[in-house]
């Protein structure tokens, strides 16, 4: 963590896990991590007191693991324990979910057990519009909706396949298997695309390589409880094994 000159001023957007402040760099902003768990479109909720601290810890730790890895992301530099500093991007309003193993929505809407492993990861893309539940979308309504183009697709695909191939691997050695995750990209000022948002247990579905137990935010949802005390093991494991 190094120091900066830069101080949070104006809150431009508070989201459900997040607040982001405007600084005196137009194009860096300032990221504040919360407590707050939220669930099925905000229509749960609680503040469990730690969560900011280690989505802010994993997240950033992910994203300097991805830079060394040539996979660059908005990400600038942690700043405290709950807040960093990232690139000011256009955000893209897709969701990019990447799935490697059957849970969640997937297992309902195709009527397979969770834990079934995929032939091959598949890519997914969800519209991020709480007023309409974040629909799954085809790259047709995409390009009706003006949301991508049909190159920033292919980018967005292509891109979120890498990251898989590198997170599987990070996680697969410090014994966690990633069954799927949430990716949100932004257009930089040249028009390019960069990695955006968060890689966290809020972001990602992680399970334990040997009984399976769920590390991340459906200990939330499901009420299994111990979600502090899970992002805690997640984040014991990815520090200590950030050089295996």
């Known amino acids: 963590m190094q120091s900066t000159h830069l101080s949070p001023s104006t809150l431009l957007y508070e989201g459900k896990a997040k607040q982001l402040f405007l600084t005196d760099?137009?194009?860096v902003l300032w990221v504040r991590y919360k407590d707050d768990a939220t669930a099925f479109n905000g229509q749960k909720f609680d503040r469990l007191l730690g969560k900011g601290v280690l989505n802010n810890l994993i997240s950033a730790q992910i994203f300097k693991d991805l830079a060394d890895f040539g996979i660059p992301s908005h990400f600038?530099?942690?700043?405290?324990?709950?807040e960093q500093l990232v690139r000011r991007v256009e955000i893209i309003p897709l969701e990019v979910v990447v799935r490697n193993v059957v849970a969640g929505s997937l297992a309902k809407r195709l009527g397979w057990e969770e834990g079934r492993s995929l032939k091959q990861p598949i890519v997914e893309f969800y519209y991020k519009n709480d007023d309409l539940g974040d629909p799954l979308l085809t790259e047709n309504h995409i390009d009706l909706l003006d949301l991508a183009t049909t190159q920033e697709i292919k980018e967005l695909r292509e891109g979120a396949l890498q990251?898989?191939?590198?997170l599987t691997k990070r996680f697969s050695k410090i014994d966690l298997q990633l069954?799927?995750?949430k990716l949100e990209f932004g257009r930089q000022?040249?028009?390019?695309?960069i990695l955006a948002d968060e890689i966290s247990p809020d972001t990602c579905r992680l399970w334990d390589g040997k009984t399976n137990e769920k590390m991340d935010k459906d200990r939330f949802r499901r009420n299994l409880g111990?979600?502090?005390e899970a992002y805690q093991e997640v984040w014991n494991r990815l520090h200590v094994g950030k050089d295996a």
């Not at 600038?76 to 709950?82: H, L, T």
């Not at 000022?189 to 695309?193: I, K």
């Open 25 to 27: 760099d137009p194009q």
């Open 189 to 193: 000022p040249d028009g390019s695309l």
């Open 226 to 228: 111990g979600l502090v």
């Open 163 to 166: 990251i898989n191939d590198f």
């Open 179 to 181: 069954v799927d995750f």
């Open 76 to 82: 600038i530099d942690r700043v405290s324990d709950i």
